[in-house]
């Protein structure tokens, strides 16, 4: 038997820093939601634990025990299983590659062992934004990553991913973010159309934007860039960056945003996606 499992992008659609432990680890408050685009794995029986990875994206990415995905799958304890995944995001890009390919491997190993799923500790071990990835759906995500909770229906709406190609760490960007402190986003209130969402998360904020954008000016031009094109509701940075989203009232609006962006960038368009579950 072959399991196959999807590793969508995750998009923080608002990611506001609200605090920082004792350990160093920054709190979050965000409105998480995921793309019909991202990265394959597929698992079959083998005598050992084994990974390839293939795909556009695979140059750069570790195959050795770096590979998140080999990390996940040694919580099963040495399973026999040869992992293929195909990398098609962008790495260290804030949408969770890495960590969206670790939770689709727990997935796929749970089914193909026929075991649970490893405990929470152990999922929130191997990045803040692996639980979140587990449950491909739109969610309001607290705590360092691990609170989790339904959040409400997405609007008809598109999307589109620009990367500009220099990877930001995760680290560098919180440790030079001056405000630790900043207010929590309100209720959230859903939202019937693209419009409605676009106007509402306006009012919302990536604490992380201004601390990457220092590391990376070339946000400052993919923000300009996606904002400029037709139809263009909202344009923001995700996580810890660089990629950015824009988001439109229709696919095709989307499709034709990222046909006029296509060239020196990473541009994807694509749509909400949520697992069903
Ligand atoms: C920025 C986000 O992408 C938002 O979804 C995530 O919080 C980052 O999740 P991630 O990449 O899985 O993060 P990890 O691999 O656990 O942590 C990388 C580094 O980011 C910082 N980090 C991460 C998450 C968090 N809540 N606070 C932090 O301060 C820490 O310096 C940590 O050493
Ligand atoms: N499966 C994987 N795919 C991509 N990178 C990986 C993977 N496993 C480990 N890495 C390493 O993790 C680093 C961070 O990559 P990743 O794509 O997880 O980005 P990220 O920006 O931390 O995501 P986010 O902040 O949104 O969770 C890369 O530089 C890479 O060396």
């Not at 796929?108 to 999922?123: D, N």
């Not at 946000?219 to 300009?224: A, K, N, P, Q, T």
């Not at 609006?253 to 960038?265: E, F, I, S, T």
Request: proline share 9%.
């Amino acid at each position: 038997m072959t399991v196959e499992a999807f590793a969508p992008a995750k998009i923080n659609l608002t990611l506001h820093v609200t605090g920082r432990r004792a350990d160093g680890y920054h709190l979050l408050d965000s409105l998480v939601v995921f793309a019909d685009a991202g990265d394959r794995l597929i698992c079959a029986p083998a005598e050992g634990l084994s990974l390839m990875v293939t795909g556009p994206r695979a140059g750069g990415v570790p195959t050795d025990g770096r590979n998140l995905v080999l990390q996940a799958a040694a919580l099963f304890d040495g399973p026999g299983v040869a992992i293929t995944l195909e990398k098609n995001l962008p790495a260290a890009a804030g949408i969770g590659g890495g960590s969206s390919d670790a939770a689709a491997t727990l997935r796929a190993l749970a089914a193909l062992l026929r075991r649970p799923l490893p405990a929470a500790e152990a999922v929130l071990a191997l990045g803040a934004d692996v639980p979140v990835c587990l449950c491909p759906r739109p969610v309001r995500m607290r705590g360092v990553g691990e609170v989790i909770s339904a959040a409400p229906e997405m609007p008809r709406m598109g999307l589109v991913l620009v990367n500009p190609g220099v990877e930001v760490p995760t680290p560098v960007v919180f440790g030079a973010l001056a405000e630790k402190t900043n207010p929590p986003m309100p209720d959230l209130p859903g939202w019937n159309t693209a419009a409605d969402l676009a106007g509402w998360l306006k009012v919302q904020r990536n604490d992380l934007e201004s601390p990457a954008r220092l590391h990376a000016p070339v946000i400052g031009d993919v923000l300009e860039a996606l904002a400029a094109t037709p139809g263009c509701l909202l344009a923001r940075m995700s996580g810890s960056g660089a990629t950015c989203f824009g988001i439109y009232g229709t696919q095709a609006a989307a499709q034709n945003a990222a046909q006029r962006l296509h060239g020196r960038w990473w541009v994807q368009a694509c749509a909400p996606y949520s697992e069903a579950g």
